[in-house]
T-cell receptor
Framework: DTEVTQTPKHLVMGMTNKKSLKCEQH?????MYWYKQKAKKPPELMFV???????INESVPSRFSPECPNSSLLNLHLHALQPEDSALYLC???????????????FGPGTRLTVL | SQQGEEDPQALSIQEGENATMNCSYK?????LQWYRQNSGRGLVHLIL?????REKHSGRLRVTLDTSKKSSSLLITASRAADTASYFC???????????FGAGTRLFVKA
């Protein structure tokens, strides 16, 4: 299985809602990533988990809360979002074969989030 | 900032022509990667070139890296309509697994 899956594909939520994005991979990868991508812009790194521990938080607002329940799953919990948080949220994973060097990342198809 | 800058921002060519995209970055790197993204979809890894390599080929793709100029180029030969996508370079530094994406080149191949 060489796929990263993300659910849901689309999500519309109000500013007072709580929702979660889910990401799953079964490639034995030990690093997992969340990116945010606005239209016609590059992906921006939000969080990195390595060996199920949060390694990087790129100063993301606390209304985004990541969770890595096990080595195959990555969640992003959303609460009290703002309309400007509307974007494509991409999950990726990598093998982490060489800790000293960035790996090839495998991306999921993304969740298109709209905040009303 | 380590972020790569890509040039051109957009490129429109005829099917069968070659497409060249350039990427420049600011800090020392361990490797440089190129990714493709079809509209509104996830990114697909194309090729990785390490800092001690100067050129790499994969099918119709040729990547060069000039660390003295802090630049890389991606050449797609004999382009096809299916190559229409956004192309991003991504740089990574030693000592970590953080990857920073450049602004991207939007390629449109006309059939």
């Amino acid at each position: 299985d060489t796929e990263v899956t993300q659910t849901p594909k689309h999500l519309v939520m109000g500013m007072t809602n709580k929702k979660s994005l889910k990401c799953e991979q079964h490639m034995g990868h030990r690093a997992m990533y969340w990116y945010k991508q606005k239209a016609k812009k590059p992906p921006e790194l939000m969080f990195v988990y390595s060996y199920e521990k949060l390694s990087i938080n790129e100063s993301v607002p606390s209304r985004f809360s990541p969770e890595c329940p096990n080595s195959s799953l990555l969640n992003l919990h959303l609460h009290a979002l703002q309309p400007e948080d509307s974007a494509l949220y991409l999950c990726a994973s990598s093998l982490l074969s060489r800790p000293e060097a960035p790996d090839t990342q495998y991306f999921g198809p993304g969740t298109r989030l709209t905040v009303l | 900032s380590q972020q790569g800058e890509e040039d051109p921002q957009a490129l429109s060519i005829q099917e069968g022509e070659n497409a060249t995209m350039n990427c420049s970055y600011k800090t020392s790197i361990n490797n440089l990667q190129w990714y493709r993204q079809n509209s509104g979809r996830g990114l697909v890894h194309l090729i990785l070139i390490r800092s001690n390599e100067r050129e790499k080929h994969s099918g119709r793709l040729r990547v060069t890296l000039d660390t003295s100029k802090k630049s890389s180029s991606l050449l797609i030969t004999a382009s096809r309509a299916a190559d229409t996508a956004s192309y991003f370079c991504a740089t990574g530094r030693s000592g970590g697994f953080k990857t920073i994406f450049g602004a991207g080149t939007r390629l449109f191949v006309k059939a």
